[in-house]
């Protein structure tokens, strides 16, 4: 969920967030697309905007009515040489990709009172043990086709440092956006040191995205307001968690998790929980409020719902909603319009209907990170051979775990 | 999930199923739709396919582009008068929202190989105690206007029986599709006594759909079968469950469950239910095999690729999914590349990620049915008096379990 | 849990049921002795009578204490050819291990008002197909040794048949339970035509035990004092169900569950299930109620606590328990102080503590019962070639299911 | 469960520990004689040990045979005025129950290779924020009567260390066990600092006991260690944790978990579990391994079958347990014959048979410790008007958290 933003909107941005607005982010694109047939799981290559405009700009037609005030670009998240591997057969550029992308927001966004943000991601390269000039001339790249200004997903600060150093050349505001969660980084530094090191290499938002759920981001990214604030420095914050919960992941978020990615279902939020998450994060402070992987448009709808006071409107798609349930007093049974209250969806404690699953899993255990020789990116899939060495060293984990 | 037919197309299906073809139903457009922002839950009324067109239409390509062989259109599932008192302002009438819906399923179902079907449902008026007669009118005038075919979501057979016997008047095939399970409709009439006394009434197809989850509705339809069969008759069978797991549930379906309609998330079925389901239902010898209440596109997309070698073909949108996660094996974490086979997702057990919820709920005790005062339609909303008599009766309902 | 008496207390036990009285029986010595560590899980052999009278003893005193009406004296369960290849070195014989056993009851007994009962179970050479003189023989020679008027754990109505017809021959009034649930027995004989069945044959009082949470066992009873009332006979009702709750056993019981023997204790019952199992047993008209494996001595005193207003007493070991927690009011905390109330600990949904286990198990889908060849007895333990054969007919069954 | 150690005994473990020997403890006798029906929850008195001696005997030979080296006298757990106002008839005083307890406990550990403990808990007095002085003269008390040496269940680092104050004037030595997890005491004092005072105060072994589960206290203990190692001290470890699962509880502990005390048993750890723990205990370095509330003997049969490679023996009771479950070889039933094996036990994930209760509770959230005027001591039972202050209390609690 890429909060990059162009020149003019980031300062947009940065004003209404100066000016105490609240500015709602969207949800991630690749897994609600996935979901509806035009991204693959795996590759997770966005050349849908190319090829299936109308159920890209359809989607973000459905976020802008559920309140988002920002209309993600749905840009590459990689290089260019990691589409030429991911089996895309129409011979798109990551250029021709992202340049639609952008069209397609900007047209949505124009529909309604939305800024325009794309994004950068962290890339293989880095995990490659790619140089650090090596590394920063593909963000460099990014920056020169699509004008991005924001990073986000990024798993070592190091690596975000780097993007920030880049994007900041341009003269433009940066926003910056971990993918972390309360213990840091996968080398342990913690979120309020990656705050300040994102701060003090330039970035004005920072805040976290993706890989754990709403009340874990929001944890982390206080820790991350308090280490700024702690270091005398300044900054606005953001927040786009997962629509799912993850109280069983370890510092490497869903996709340790043997969920990941095809058997999430039971871990979506429900409306209700996002409530609960957005008045979490509002009150701890953070403006930017958004979503990521797992959300669908009735998520942001929740968030723009429990905010609707302190901004002073409904969305547009809450003409089809009743606030905590109150259309049900039209339903025709008399025992489904006593859940029309608030009270009654507040305190629910949902069932899964799955009694023979678990509540919780155990993740992967493997901690592996930047350099370990199995992460070094390769265009092929993986061989049999290569399949049998992970299975194996997933088996020597557990064991001694 | 209006399993209705327009004449040619109902002969089509008929000599589909009779070729032994298999027919993929698409899933239902009322709980997608709310979702993206165009339903209200409560009323549930189609007016999106006037006000939203681009929105209907999408969701109706999506799962077109996922397998289905049936476009639905999405039509009005009641009387004018219940149209009348859902609070919506535009003044639309049936017929203007159910010939928009029509035109709709027929432009997708002409981008595909796909039939157009409507459908009609239940009434208020027979819950209403009104006479046979006035029940019919109803039917009679759903059929003058679009011309449908088939009906769905009937809890009293009775009730069905009479929509049969209008909509045979027309001379045309009829499907008929109830919402019940093993046990029977409302009054206690069992799958199989139901099953014959609509194909003596004149359908061709029967089956059910909604109100249970697929596992349940199969078992429903295998019953209809096994009572077609003993009393020396013929027919072809259908099902479209829900999207959700539901074995605590008692007869009368996940309404009466706790979390409808808001908090269903957990009970949502993986890719890889569907696929059991798909083979189950075909083992079953059901033909028509779809969905209703909670189905995305990728489940339906399931059920194609389950079943791809019976018919011959993968559906359009598994170019952008790998068969039983297989794509997984270009994930950049090796840990994740050792989840691309299908004895990972088949046996996967997938936690909820909430472990302060239970496994089951327990349903509402009621038990009424047709002609319990409570049941009365009414155009105005629930009033605080009758909210508190409703909570009482509950309470009772609940000491008495 | 034999419930098997000598002849003076049987017709003591029939005049105080046929008077209205409740009578309370004790728990399962089986498994409560294991766990003290005195009896041997697999043989399952009673020789603690004469190696530990104390534990024995103790175990007596303790549940006549918590309000038993019945010491059921701890004898051996089967043939004495079984005694033999169950590993005890004191070549001790079946009878002097019960007549120890029934001289500790009658020691207990004469400390408070209780009745003695002995115990007859199904035997080995059944489940071999040894003919019915042989398996009459076994019978005979029980009665011989202990005078015993009762039979408990008979998985085949046939068998049990059987055993009433030799126990009959005494002159003696009989019991008889059979270890089934509301599908009935081994070969799908309904609890109705079993209980018919049993008393026809000369049963007195008929029943079941063991196998089944308390809910299930008396809702067997109640289907059986349906059978016999329709029938137009006579008969006293008993129930000794398990201290576990196994909603997700088959109809062989929770020797099926993958948690038997040694995995059980999440399924162990509070003692607010035990008030309820209680009230719905003495609703269902059942006179004797007592319990089974997994019963401790608080158990069976909730048991009396909840009908202790129809008994007009309360047991003993109540002078060390607070009505419904009514002694936590004397607890340090106050939030502790706070739940010294009924509708405190009537409502409690306690949580398990495991969130990565699940609420439901998979019971062995086996099916085989008398006549099989792989439940023909034999001395040796297990070889590993048997081992193997089994485990692959569990994977056999588990791909079928 | 009171690790307290009269001269010549404690002598006897220091010189044990130090010769790298493994001490197993015994389980809590409160726990477990409550549900045997001679200890009244809420008041937690121990008359028994005259009222119901032998009751009291039996528990020691078991916990005896299943291979404790402790027998820890049943003894009295607070200052008298406390025993005065829990409702007992007979009149006893505290020093007539306790030394009833340690002739019972010095009777068995005749029978075997046994020490004998009696234990110093936490005073109420302390709570209600008595002096130092007024607290010490409690210990005082204590000591002269049963001249015991030792202290558990302190919740409060400081109250500890006055009585190992006390407790050393003696001159001999002094084992100290908190009631606290990893979060440390009440007054958040880590475990690391908890234990060196608890040394430098004079304590030659320290650890924790009750409150948590075995693995969370074996996390505690090991705090401890690394505590005082990098303290440059020396001591031994000691670790008698719960039988319950409690991943749920905050610093209180399984008090202010809502199932306690009376709803406890889905928690309840099985015999696999406790080898786990006993592995995990050895491998921290923590010699002296029992167990507390919730424990029966078969658990700490459990500990030292686990355990009996690095003993050199077995214990007793396992002549009736076959190792990891190896006597199911004489099952009768061939599919339990195949649970006869390490690898079956040590994977299996029970069920709790309780699919419409949670996996964990949502503990208290008082916090409230020392000098909380709610904590008061009073000799009356909670009168309605305090009642309804707590429940209001708890009701804030939980709106604000």
Known sequence: VPPVFKYKQLLGILERLNAGEIVIGDGGFVFALEKRGY????PWTPEATVTHPEAVRQLHREFLRAGANVMQAFTFYASDDKLENRGQTLKLTGAQINEAACDLAREVANEGDALVAGGVCQTPSYLSCKSEPEVKAIFKKQLDVVLFM?????????????AVQVLKTSGKPVAASLCIGPEGDMHGVSPAECAVRLVKAGAQIVGVNCHFDP??????????????????LKAQYMVQPLAYHTPDCNCQGFIDLPEFPFALEPRILTRWDMHQYAREAY???IRYIGGCCGYE???IRAVAEELAKERGFLPAASEKHGLWGSALEMHTKPWVRARARRDYWENIRPASGRPQCPSLSTPEGWGVTKGHSELVQHKEATSAQEMNRVLEMQKKAKSSA
């Open 39 to 42: 991204v693959k799981a795996g």
């Open 150 to 162: 924001c990073l986000q997903y990024f798993e070592h600060v190091e690596e975000a440092e780097w």
């Open 215 to 232: 009340m874990t981001c929001v944890k982390a990214v206080k820790m991350m307001k308090e280490g700024v604030e702690k270091a005398g």
């Open 283 to 285: 009150n701890a402070g």
């Open 297 to 299: 448009p009735y998520h």
